[in-house]
């Protein structure tokens, strides 16, 4: 039973570099979240997307793009790396908009 | 804005104690309140789902009650194993919006 799947686990970049993160999950979930995680600033979302097809700001969006192109996707981009970047990336999924939300165990990404 | 305090921010307890870890929200209006665990270097799992309906939620030795009018909720854990030495965070969905926010963490730790 996967449940939510992060790829990769631990990436590092250079400033200005451009990567995808990938955000897997089996449970037909139809809502799913990119959050992020630094020391003193706890979770904050960066996207969301309610469905098929769909994304929507968060928090701290700037810097980063999303897009679901199938249910069970969610890939976070980041165009143009910046050292302020460097966090632990978080993917959750939840059934409905009030039901229980799963997380993946994280991606860690250090901008050089 | 919905702010979500998590106090103490770290607790050290001899095994086999009782303990509750304390959450409070600034905002009243919330949908649900979720705690989880995370373990050093790892994603978060999901513990207890209490709906705004709720006072209480069970699960083992867990036990997470909820008063939503004075903006708290409470994380009791009976007798305590050094297993349960963790992170352990709150979230809330609050009636508006699609985004959990999260507290800060109490992490516990659980000497034998």
């Known amino acids: 039973n996967a449940g939510v799947t992060q790829t990769p686990k631990f990436r590092v970049l250079k400033t200005g570099q451009s990567m995808t993160l990938l955000c897997a999950q089996d449970?037909?979930?139809?809502?799913m979240y990119w959050y992020r995680q630094d020391p003193g600033m706890g979770l904050r979302l960066i996207h969301y997307s309610v469905g098929e097809g769909t994304t929507a700001k968060g928090e701290v969006p700037d810097g980063y793009n999303v897009s679901r192109l199938k249910k069970q996707n969610f890939l976070l981009g980041l165009e143009s790396a910046a050292p302020s970047q460097t966090s632990v990336y978080f993917c959750?999924?939840?059934?409905?908009?009030?039901?229980?939300?799963?997380f993946g165990q994280g991606t860690r990404l250090t901008v050089v | 804005k919905q702010e979500v305090t998590q106090i103490p921010a770290a607790l050290s307890v001899p095994e086999g104690e009782n303990l509750v870890l304390n959450c409070s929200f600034t905002?009243?209006?919330?949908?649900?309140l979720q705690w989880f665990r995370q373990d050093p270097g790892k994603g978060l799992t999901s513990l207890l789902l209490?709906?705004?309906?709720?006072r209480e939620q069970t699960s083992g030795r867990l036990n997470a009650s909820l008063d939503k009018s004075s903006g708290r909720s409470t994380l009791y854990i009976a007798a305590s194993q050094p297993g349960d030495s963790a992170t352990y965070l709150c979230?809330?969905?609050?009636?508006?919006?699609?985004?959990?926010?999260f507290g800060g963490g109490t992490r516990l730790m659980v000497k034998p």
């Open positions: 905002d009243s209006a919330i949908y649900n």
């Open positions: 959750a999924s939840s059934y409905s908009i009030g039901a229980e939300a799963f």
């Open positions: 209490i709906q705004s309906s709720q």
């Open positions: 979230a809330v969905k609050n009636n508006a919006g699609n985004m959990l926010t």
């Open positions: 449970m037909n979930h139809e809502y």
